[in-house]
């Protein structure tokens, strides 16, 4: 037999049951138990499938109310001072505070700082360390969830975060400082789970995938010098990258086996079971946990089989990483059709492809396999995934296509005559409120209750309610608010051939909030012009100029599962194209500002620095591509935020957008140092007040903003503009933000 287990499930649940129950708590609809049944079904619920498929353990800890590194933190005990503030008895709420910074009970105070999962799109909140950390151990989590598993008969493998890679993603100076304390914790947490004869624990160490420095790695030797004496045996698991230098120092740690990411590790698996001790398991994640295209087994078989033959039942095979990053349940999608279906497998579907792997091990399944290879081969043959008309023009690029026709400051000269914009112009991100109209008119129409022009006339009047506001307010480049857009990126996906969008595929983004990604699932094309006529529409409404709209081709990549049949840059750049046509026709029909939105471009960034340049070059290009069909005197802008971008800021450049609106308010504007440092040549728009406060920020407050920007880029180059766009928040709160915005512009352009 071959071991069977994964390296974790989504807890969302397959209809989002966490989400809502999660939700229901914190509005004080729900109590505590009413929220902790819901956690303990979906559990319940997800080993169950589990053991269903055959698989050998099902794993726990996995699940989390909020999220698992926040488990380990309050776990270990690395709870800062300002969540120990006695106001409130529940542990619960105070868990709550530490994640969102309010709860039912308990005093609002500030939460744990948020951010990526390596390079998903997950989120993580990061536990801080300081001088009064002291690690300590409050298992019961772990402990009850265990006992849940085993009084339901189920075998459990707790799946832990390792000691180094938690003090990795925690803040704080000199981390590894807390790395005794932390490993004695660990140790005797281990013990106490041998003692309950427990066999397996998965202890995930993912930053071995990650460029280390040297004293990183010796903190890892250290660790499982430390941990690996332990009774209970230990699974060291990585995914998310291949090991590289990190290898030799992962196989020589002192542990009883392996688990290596054998899609992004490329062969190190291979490497790994030749090398590997006669007493080590090796797990090899070959079941993309990334992504959710169905596997083609067969293959997967003909890498599986030697190492079967050489590792008997030293091999263990699962999905490459946890199955948290992809949804939950195809089943659950309706609107497909067989064939858009049978190219897909969400986390219960891979499952049962485990399954058919050690069958197939097994020398058994063959008609499984043989309806595998089917879906497959109909997969790699089917008409609406391969159109020569794409392959062609993808062929025909050439260098000239990512070009503008003049260097900046011509163009800039061009628009500043065309546009006629004051000194310091004024401009928003491009959404304005979605309001609960807006909503409730796309539900109807979703439904049917609302007819296709019916709904369209709704959009149509909330753009002109948008572009009167903003006449009012003295903006000076406007935009048409986004009313008619549910998402920035599933809008866009709805209407490109290539695309496909489910009605359930949710994945957790951080909490209880999932995005549903769109799936890149053939060449792409645009059938027909996406936004022109709404930018259209709000232009005839105004003498002012109107900015379109439009979503980048990184970020159209990067928010959506991309197809594994050809390189991303290839997929990147068939985006890149069909957007080059929009932009075209929107300047053809006499806009002449575009915006086209790229906050993804640094998440898209590799995990190793050494890969960074080439990510670079290929998402750059496709920006440019995208926006280089169009008129020196037509206006190129983009948009990014929450962005470091000191170690990027030459790619950033290298776009060549006209003007770029950043994120910078929340940090004082000390963003700005990495393009005054480059000596950025082209405009910029630093945010100056936070869209995702309620706060309306004061007219001194943005007069000190805006001025220390100018200090900093020349103000003829420098525009005014909130952070983001501002669907999320309401119209009062947005009109007297603008207002004030727009009169600090005033008093700052009466002094310069
Ligand atoms: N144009 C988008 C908006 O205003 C940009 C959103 C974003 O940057 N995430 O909503
Ligand atoms: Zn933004």
Redo the contacts with the bound molecule.
């Keep these: 037999m071959t071991g069977l287990h994964i390296p974790g499930f989504p807890r969302i649940g397959a209809k989002r049951e966490l989400k809502f129950a999660l939700e229901h708590y914190w509005r004080g609809e729900a109590d505590a138990e009413a929220l902790l049944a819901v956690a303990s079904q979906l559990r319940s619920r997800h080993w169950q499938l589990q053991q269903d498929a055959g698989l050998d353990y099902v794993s726990v800890n996995d699940f989390s109310l909020y999220d698992q590194v926040l488990d380990h933190a309050c776990m270990f005990g690395l709870i800062p001072e300002r969540f120990r503030d006695g106001s409130t008895d529940s542990e619960l709420d105070n868990y709550f505070r530490m994640a969102r910074g309010r709860a039912p009970s308990g005093e609002p105070v500030r939460a744990l700082e948020m951010t990526k999962w390596f390079d998903t799109n997950y989120h993580y909140l990061a536990p801080e360390l300081d001088n009064n950390t002291c690690p300590s151990l409050a298992p019961h989590k772990l402990l009850n969830e265990i006992e849940q598993a085993r009084a339901e008969g189920f075998n459990p493998k707790p799946v832990l975060i390792g000691p180094v890679t938690l003090l990795w993603l925690s803040r704080g100076e000199n981390r590894l400082n807390h790395l005794p304390a932390l490993l004695e914790q660990y140790a005797a947490l281990l013990a106490q789970l041998g003692a309950q004869s427990l066999e397996w624990v998965q202890i995930d160490e993912p930053i071995l995938a990650l460029d280390l420095p040297s004293q990183w790695q010796q903190a890892l030797r250290t660790a499982y010098a430390a941990l690996g004496a332990q009774s209970v045996k230990l699974l060291l698991t990585t995914y998310f990258g291949d090991l590289r230098d990190n290898l030799d120092l992962c196989l020589g740690l002192p542990v009883d086996g392996f688990h290596l990411d054998a899609l992004r590790g490329g062969q190190e698996y291979i490497q790994a079971a030749k090398r590997i001790g006669e007493d080590q398991v090796l797990s090899v994640g070959i079941i993309d946990g990334r992504n959710i295209w169905k596997t083609d087994l067969n293959l997967a078989l003909e890498h599986l089989r030697p190492l079967k033959r050489a590792l008997g039942e030293r091999l263990w095979i699962s999905t490459s990483c946890s199955l948290l990053h992809v949804p939950v349940d195809l089943d659950r999608e309706s609107k497909l059709d067989a064939e858009q279906r049978s190219w897909l497998a969400f986390a219960t579907q891979k499952l049962s492809e485990l399954r058919i792997l050690a069958l197939g091990l097994d020398g058994q399944g063959q008609e499984a396999l043989a309806t595998n290879a089917e879906a497959v081969a109909a997969r790699r043959q089917s008409k609406r995934i391969h159109k020569p008309a794409v392959a062609a023009r993808l062929n025909a690029i050439t260098e000239a296509d990512s070009r503008r026709e003049s260097p900046y400051p011509t163009r800039a000269l061009e628009q500043r005559n065309r546009l006629n914009l004051p000194l310091l112009p004024t401009t928003?991100?491009?959404?304005f409120p979605q309001t609960s109209e807006i909503r409730a008119a796309r539900a109807a129409y979703r439904r049917g209750d609302l007819s296709k022009p019916e709904y369209e006339q709704r959009m149509l009047d909330e753009i002109q309610y948008c572009v009167k506001q903003q006449e009012l307010l003295e903006l000076d480049l406007l935009?048409h608010g986004?009313a008619e857009?549910n998402d920035?990126v599933e809008y866009f996906g709805e209407q490109l051939e290539g695309y496909l969008t489910t009605t359930n595929g949710w994945v957790q983004s951080y909490g209880s909030r999932c995005v549903k990604p769109p799936v890149i699932f053939g060449d792409v094309q645009r059938p027909e012009p996406m936004t022109v006529r709404w930018s259209a529409y709000a232009q005839s409404l105004t003498d002012k100029p109107m900015k379109g709209?439009l979503?980048g081709p990184v970020?159209m990549l990067q928010w959506a599962f991309v197809r594994d049949d050809q390189p991303r840059s290839d997929t990147c750049r068939q985006i890149a194209l069909a957007l080059h046509d929009e932009v075209c026709d929107l300047e053809t029909a006499g806009i002449a500002a575009i915006?086209i939105?790229e906050?993804a471009l640094r998440e898209g960034l590799p995990l190793r620095r050494g890969d960074w340049n080439a990510y670079l070059d290929w998402a750059t290009e496709s920006f440019r591509l995208s926006a280089s069909g169009v008129a020196d005197n037509c206006q190129i802008h983009t948009?990014?935020?929450y962005s470091e971008f000191n170690d990027i800021i030459e790619a950033v450049a290298s776009l060549d957008a006209d003007v770029i609106t950043i994120e910078t308010s929340r940090s004082n504007m000390a963003l700005l140092d990495a393009f005054e440092a480059f000596a950025y040549p082209n405009e910029i728009g630093p945010g100056v007040y936070d869209i995702h406060s309620p706060n309306t920020p004061g007219v001194e407050e943005m007069v000190g903003l805006i001025e220390k920007a100018a200090q900093r880029i020349p103000a003829d180059r420098l525009w005014v503009n909130p952070d983001?766009?501002?669907?999320t928040r309401q119209w009062p709160e947005v009109i007297p933000a603008l207002e004030r915005m727009v009169k600090a512009t005033r008093i700052l352009r009466s002094r310069l």
Excluded: N
Excluded at 724 to 727: D, E, Q, W, Y
């Design positions: 928003t991100i491009g959404s935009v986004e857009r920035m709209m979503t970020t915006q939105d906050p948009h990014m935020c983001c766009g501002l669907k």
